[in-house]
């Protein structure tokens, strides 16, 4: 199995009795992680592996009395003093089940749960009041862009990755040009594990469209019980062509002849299933942030790209600059940043900022520009905002420059732990 970072913190959930509960994108790769957690843990213990797509498995854990005999017959014993490791994958789909695994955790002490399941916004109506102070929960994204590297099995672009923050200069797209073509397929392609692997454009274009045909007919239609299926895809179209900017939500109601309650649903499903991040703009008033007009990002740009059927190469696109926020946006998510903690400014005298972390304690703009050339007027924006709210730091992301300048930290894409520097 390919490394994944959230293996590490997995493995350690192992020893203790919490419910360790995984949630994440359709095929982000959350029953690949269960499954070696399973062959690691179970070969010199008991354990039992149930995929809940599956619909026989259904009966096996439907009541607490059916799963606990279940576990008997798979080799559970009440007076072992080792843990019996029961892994549940694509949970959300039973609504009982959290309820049911209350009571395993309540009265079965040597039997730890790990479960998976891919839509936050059902699971968290499921486990808020049935596991509170029962459960850990881990989210599993697509891969970042060192996990991307590791999927490529590229040493030399890994070693070139661990040193990147050493370099220094103004001209660094030359030195660094082995990490900028993966940087681009990964701006176009996405980091979907399986979609990483496929050799060609055309494989990794159809293993999009195959994830995606079944989100919409197992996640929106069968679980979520979306009704108006192709008003739901013209909106989601509509917003891929429209990636990065501010959108109203009276226009997306219009596009896709759906009203405006339906779409506030409809963009909550899709953020809540890790299509979307929205962006709010930053005020000190937090009461205006919400009822400004938000911006909308895709979170894997393999995904944006499938929706509006543009696989075409990045120094081709006339997007780019949306792409490369957009990947600077799922890098800082990926890293541990709350997606309700990243914003964008604007004043009135149309000075902007594309990100703002804003943490309460502080706040820290980020300005993104995908170009290899800076000019004066790239730093307006960051510099009157740290003047305006008196913010220590400030970076610049771009493609060849790595320096400090005053305030400011200008940087490589390639490792994004902002909020952590």
Not at 56 to 85: A, V, W
Not at 231 to 253: D, F, M, P, T, V
Not at 296 to 316: A, H, P, T, W
Request: charged residues 30%; proline residues 2%; glycine residues 4%.
């Amino acid at each position: 199995m390919k490394r994944r970072k959230i293996s590490r913190g997995l493995l350690k959930e192992s020893v203790n009795k919490k419910i360790t509960i995984i949630l994440g994108a359709r095929q982000v790769g959350k029953t690949t992680l269960l499954k070696a957690l399973y062959e690691r843990l179970c070969k010199g213990n008991d354990g039992l592996f149930l995929d809940l797509d599956v619909f026989s498995n259904f009966e096996k854990i439907s009541s607490f009395e059916n799963l606990k005999n279940t576990l008997f017959l798979n080799g559970y014993r009440e007076k072992n003093k080792s843990f019996f490791y029961l892994f549940l994958d694509e949970f959300q789909r039973h609504n009982d089940l959290p309820m049911i695994m209350k009571n395993v955790y309540d009265n079965l002490d040597n039997v730890k749960i790990y479960a998976s399941g891919s839509s936050s916004l059902k699971i968290k109506e499921q486990i808020q009041e049935s596991l509170a102070g029962r459960k850990r929960i881990y989210r599993l994204h697509p891969l970042d862009f060192e996990e991307f590297l590791w999927f490529k099995d590229d040493k030399e672009a890994l070693k070139q990755l661990s040193h990147i923050k050493k370099l220094s200069g103004e001209n660094l797209l030359k030195v660094t040009s082995r990490l900028y073509s993966y940087l681009k397929e990964f701006m176009v392609f996405g980091g979907y594990p399986e979609v990483v692997l496929q050799d060609t454009n055309k494989k990794k274009a159809q293993v999009l469209e195959s994830i995606f045909d079944l989100y919409v007919k197992k996640d929106l239609i069968e679980y979520l019980k979306v009704e108006k299926v192709l008003n739901a895809k013209r909106l989601i179209e509509y917003l891929a062509i429209n990636n990065g900017q501010k959108i109203q939500y009276a226009e997306l109601s219009q596009i896709s002849s759906l009203d405006y309650q339906q779409v506030v649903s409809y963009i909550e499903i899709l953020k809540e299933t890790y299509l979307l991040a929205i962006l709010r703009p930053f005020f000190t008033n937090k009461n205006k942030e919400l009822v400004k007009i938000p911006k909308l990002y895709f979170l894997d740009n393999g995904v944006r790209n499938y929706f509006i059927n543009n696989f075409n190469e990045l120094d081709l696109r006339a997007d780019k600059g949306f792409l490369f926020e957009g990947y600077v946006i799922s890098e800082l998510v990926k890293c541990g940043v709350k997606p309700e903690n990243i914003k964008f400014w604007q004043d009135k005298n149309r000075h902007e900022v594309d990100i703002v972390i804003d943490t309460l304690q502080k706040q820290i703009p980020v300005e993104v520009k995908c170009k290899s050339k800076l000019k004066s007027e790239d730093f307006i924006g960051i510099e009157v905002f740290q003047r305006i709210y008196n913010s220590r730091r400030g970076y610049l992301v771009n493609l060849a420059v790595q320096e400090k300048r005053g305030r400011v930290q200008i940087a490589l894409p390639y490792d994004l732990a902002i909020d952590r520097c």
